[in-house]
């Protein structure tokens, strides 16, 4: 959800509950300002009638006829207490709707001329239904235009006030690490936005400042190991030349040989490692997978024949992907190396490609470990001593490069999957 | 031949120059960028094998100079680095190969020995030892003017051989030689014996002589004597 879509929606959510609340007080207030000015025209009223009755009283006149209505009652009475205003509520029958209404009441006894007058006067008040009706109206009409207002306002800050942000972040989401470039965010007047800016123009460029030194030092510390590497094999190969040796001399010479190619193979495979995670790689061009898995096939068919490997493909033709050609012929020789090396006597290896995906199967004892681990670094099965342990590594990795996906999964045969998509 | 060898590794120099001169190369050293264009610019030379990380530059300078005479020398760059770029861009420059450290002194000498071929016969020259014939430009063999049909494989080893006559190869130069470096190859020693096997007996059948000897298992020897 976004940023201003969920704020509007909080702020909605509060207008909610204050509106409630609002409509609770508003109707309480009105009510009440309602009686106060019901019993207030009620009392000047009666000012009104006491000089009427006075009037009425001195000159004697029918004060039945005169005064009572259905809204005023005036009767003599033989006692009660003079000038004392009871206001009640009680139901009457509505002069014009005739019918049942909630009216107030002034009850208050008046002495005129040495008698006892009780004056009863009745009014309409407003009834709470409608006071009710009107507050919720009100309240639903000024809620309506407030959702209304924050929605316009909020597309407008989100285009307006967000903007800086906006610009930042597609910023950040096309910056890279591995590229010299700085992302160079502008200052905004908004200090908080001013402030982000600055903290990740310093960030990212630490962050390349330090990828570079990093890159720059594994490149260095890689070639200066291969000059004492060169340096040693070459000494090794001129010791093995000569004819001097004794079978033994002979032996040791091609073990630290061996040893010192194993290392030098380790360090390649790493270091292509570093360099396929540090996408030093191109992503790639179209590139004719069909084509490279024939040539890989090519080169390998004299191996599995002396291993008497039977190799059976079905390839689809012109499969395109977008694939640095380089690091695609790596992976399919790690991949056809593999589908030899665990195998077995007259085994089979057999590989299917279509636009979609390739599948290499191979017979060959399952795998004693957790194939989940199948595409760690050094990880290899025990019997298998002489690999480095980092051929389904590299193919990972370059998988991962260009986003595809491979799986690994044994039933009676071992199975790797690649798919382009 | 006369080469060049631009290095400034006393060491790493010290190992090529003896392993060259003992082929009957004439092979000068230079240490440096200065060192190397004063050489050049006083004598001509047929392969000049160049590191392209020097104290005082790079080395890819010398082969810009180098290519503007348009002389008929070949290059071949020797660098710690492994990098695509760099290989595409030495090549682009005008270098006849890129090898890159560490490398075994019998494929550096088998990669001179091409260069030269191609560079002062056109590549029409055929390698004649004894009895055995190589055309390069066809890729056929003959043994008494008999053609032997070898695999793809099986040529580049005999080749690799003729190259480095005498000397001892060792299975894992070998393994290197004719598979490269991507795969890790370290259990396709018995793959060399496999492809030296067949080799020898497709050579031995057309009537040569057995010139591959074994070096107490462990490496191999193409003798000009047989013993």
Redesign the interface.
């Known amino acids: 959800m976004k940023l201003i879509t969920k704020t509007t929606l909080l702020y909605i959510l509060i207008s909610i509950i204050v509106f409630g609340i609002g409509g609770v007080v508003t109707y309480n207030l009105i009510s009440k300002e309602i009686a106060k000015e019901t019993d207030y025209y009620l009392r000047s009223s009666l000012d009104v009638i006491d000089y009427r009755l006075k009037r009425a009283v001195q000159r004697g006149y029918d004060l039945e006829r005169r005064f009572n209505t259905s809204q005023l009652n005036i009767q003599e009475v033989e006692d009660g207490e003079v000038d004392e205003i009871y206001f009640s509520d009680t139901i009457a029958m509505h002069p014009h709707l005739k019918q049942l209404e909630n009216m107030r009441m002034l009850k208050v006894v008046r002495d005129v001329e040495g008698k006892l007058f009780e004056i009863t006067m009745i009014d309409v008040v407003v009834e709470d239904s409608d006071i009710y009706d009107s507050v919720v109206q009100i309240i639903t009409r000024l809620f309506a235009l407030l959702v209304l207002a924050s929605i316009i306002g909020s597309f407008f800050i989100s285009k307006t006030l967000l903007r800086p942000f906006h610009a930042t972040l597609s910023k950040i989401k096309s910056f890279r690490v591995d590229r010299p470039e700085r992302i160079n965010l502008p200052s905004t007047r908004v200090k908080e936005f001013s402030q982000l800016n600055t903290f990740i123009n310093e960030m990212t460029g630490k962050a390349q400042d330090e990828y570079q030194s990093l890159k720059k030092f594994s490149?260095n510390a890689?070639?200066?190991m291969?000059?004492p590497?060169?340096?040693?094999?070459?000494?090794l190969?001129?010791l093995?030349?000569n004819e001097q040796l004794s079978?033994a001399q002979?032996?040791q010479v091609?073990s630290a040989?061996?040893a010192?190619?194993?290392l030098?193979?380790l360090h390649?495979?790493l270091?292509l490692l570093t360099k396929i995670e540090n996408r030093e790689?191109d992503q790639g061009v179209s590139t004719d997978v069909s084509q490279l898995v024939r040539e890989t096939m090519e080169n390998f068919k004299?191996?599995y024949a002396?291993k008497n490997l039977t190799l059976t493909a079905q390839i689809e033709d012109a499969v395109v992907v977008n694939l640095n050609p380089?690091l695609g012929?790596?992976l399919l020789?790690?991949l056809f190396?593999n589908a030899m090396?665990h195998n077995q006597e007259n085994g089979f290896v057999k590989v299917n490609l279509t636009s979609n995906n390739l599948t290499i199967r191979n017979s060959g004892e399952p795998p004693n470990k957790d194939p989940a681990l199948l595409f760690n670094r050094f990880e290899k099965s025990s019997e298998?001593t002489?690999?480095?342990g980092?051929?389904l590594a590299i193919v990972k990795e370059i998988c991962d490069f260009h986003s595809m996906k491979i799986s690994y999964m044994y039933d009676e045969h071992h199975q790797i999957d690649i798919s382009f998509a | 031949m006369k080469l060049l060898l631009i290095e400034d590794?006393a060491?790493?120099a010290d190992?090529?120059y003896?392993?060259l001169t003992?082929e009957g190369y004439v092979c000068e050293l230079a240490a440096s960028r200065r060192e190397a264009s004063n050489k050049l610019a006083a004598f001509e030379y047929d392969v000049i094998l160049l590191d392209i990380?020097l104290p005082d530059g790079n080395g890819m300078e010398i082969l810009r100079e180098l290519k503007k005479e348009e002389t008929n020398t070949g290059l071949i760059i020797i660098s710690?680095?492994?990098a695509?770029d760099d290989r595409v861009e030495g090549l682009n420059l005008g270098a006849d190969d890129y090898l890159?450290?560490?490398?075994?002194?019998?494929e550096l000498n088998a990669r001179l020995k091409a260069i030269y071929r191609r560079r002062h016969f056109d590549g029409k020259q055929s390698i004649v030892f004894k009895e055995i014939e190589v055309d390069t430009l066809q890729q056929e063999v003959s043994v008494h003017g008999h053609q032997v049909v070898l695999?793809?494989?099986e040529y580049e080893l005999l080749l690799y051989f003729l190259a480095n006559k005498n000397?001892?190869l060792?299975k894992?130069?070998i393994a290197?030689h004719l598979w490269g470096?991507?795969?890790?190859?370290?259990?396709?020693f018995?793959?060399v014996y496999?492809h030296i096997k067949n080799l020898r007996k497709k050579l031995t059948k057309a009537g040569a002589q057995d010139y591959l000897s074994n070096?107490?298992g462990?490496?191999y020897k193409f003798r000009e004597v047989v013993s």
């Not at chain 1, 590497?229 to 000494?235: P, R, V």
């Not at chain 2, 470096?181 to 396709?188: G, M, Q, R």
């Open positions: 490149e890689s070639h200066e291969q000059t590497l060169a340096i040693a094999q070459g000494k190969e001129i093995a030349d079978e002979f032996s091609m040989q061996k010192l190619g194993r030098s193979q390649q495979s270091s790689f004299e191996l002396m380089h012929s790596i020789s790690n190396h090396r298998q002489n690999s480095s980092l051929g | 590794n060491e790493l190992n090529v003896t392993y003992k990380m710690a680095k492994n695509l890159t450290k560490p490398f075994h002194l019998s695999t793809k494989k000397r001892v060792t894992q130069s290197e470096d991507h795969v890790d190859f370290l259990d396709s018995d793959f496999q070096v107490y462990m490496g």
